[in-house]
């Protein structure tokens, strides 16, 4: 009955791999996100998508592009991985368009680790 | 862009002490100001919200007061127990997004 999966939640590969990321949301919500965090805990969001419209692109390299084949789900994939790719990514989705007054409800992490 | 810091970074207490963490933002134009909880292993979990047109806010042990002249929120957990410990963050809505604070690790020690 989890609210919002995301698979997997390990991931190890190796440099220049191409990997991965599923979510999924039984919520209802409308707009789903990524969110990066790194070895200090920092949350930064990455993508944003909107009944399976991208309306936040932050500043993140080509090599990751989200795709959005229906509202409950949101996919990312990543190409030619780097070591700084490592980190926790979490998947969210909230009620309304946009964060600006609506919670936000997270997976539990993808860890993934480049070597 | 928006921007908020938290403070402090981490925080020891002992069992049934109060504990008290603040953010600062310099955005005017926020108006919603959540604190997640995040455990080992696990997402982000809202624990309190508040909204601009709101001093205070307060649900059984934790509460969440906002200075908005000042541009500060703070999260305050009273008598704290060991299943407190945990990774909290403040975060600030902005357009179309949540900004994040830096997080607090919160250690409760028995």
């Known amino acids: 009955d989890t609210a919002v999966s995301q698979t997997p939640k390990y991931l190890v590969t190796q440099m220049g791999n191409d990997k991965s990321i599923k979510c999924e949301q039984n919520?209802?919500?409308?707009?789903m996100y990524w969110y990066k965090q790194d070895s200090k805990k920092f949350l930064k969001i990455m993508f944003s998508?909107?009944?399976?419209?991208?309306?936040i692109n932050e500043t993140v390299p080509n090599r990751f592009s989200p795709k959005s084949p229906d509202k409950a789900h949101l996919n990312l994939h990543i190409n030619s991985l780097e070591l700084g790719d490592s980190a926790v990514y979490f998947c969210?989705?909230?009620?309304?368009?946009?964060?600006?007054?609506?919670?936000?409800?997270f997976g539990n992490g993808t860890r993934l680790t480049v070597t | 862009g928006e921007n908020v810091e938290q403070h402090p970074s981490t925080l020891s207490v002992q069992e049934g002490d109060s504990a008290v963490i603040k953010c600062t933002y310099s955005?005017?134009?926020?108006?919603?100001f959540p604190w997640y909880k995040q455990e080992l292993g696990k997402g982000p979990q809202l624990i309190i919200d508040?909204?601009?047109?709101?001093g205070e806010k307060k649900d059984q042990r934790i509460a969440v007061t906002l200075n908005k002249t000042a541009k500060h929120f703070s999260l305050h957990i009273t008598e704290t127990q060991p299943e407190d410990s945990a990774v909290y963050f403040c975060?600030?809505?902005?357009?179309?997004?949540?900004?994040f604070g830096t997080g607090t690790r919160l250690l409760v020690s028995p």
């Open positions: 919520l209802g919500h409308d707009t």
């Open positions: 975060a600030l809505g902005g357009f179309q997004k949540l900004v």
């Open positions: 998508y909107n009944n399976k419209e991208l309306i």
């Open positions: 969210a989705s909230s009620q309304v368009p946009g964060t600006y007054n609506s919670p936000l409800h």
């Open positions: 508040i909204r601009s047109n709101v």
């Open positions: 955005d005017s134009a926020s108006n919603y």
